[in-house]
């Protein structure tokens, strides 16, 4: 992959971090709201409890969505960014402009999810 493209494609990774960070630390941030102040109302622990259970999945996602696009990064800096990890073909660009820390061609994504791996 031409240097142009790997920047444009760093610059999507690096927009995608900034946005994301922003949405865990708001999660983040909300969540300890919640448990700050006063002690809830008992007709709100219901709700509360769903929040809670909500805030902490988006934080998992987020925390992933990290650790990819954090990888991805680190595949542009090594040269190999673009490359299935599985085969070693070449990641249509329309599948990174889509998932761009996408770690393997469609081939090998629709086998691997066929497989259940």
Known sequence: MDREKLDKFRDMLLEMQRRTTGDFERAVESSSEEFGGELPDINDDASRAVNRRLMLEISDKNHNTLVQIAEALERI??????????????IPEKRLELLPFALHCVKC???MEKEGT
């Not at 090594?78 to 299935?84: I, L, N, R, V």
């Open 77 to 90: 800096t090594a040269g190999d960014y673009g490359q299935c990890t599985e085969c070693g073909e070449d």
């Open 109 to 111: 994504k629709e086998r």
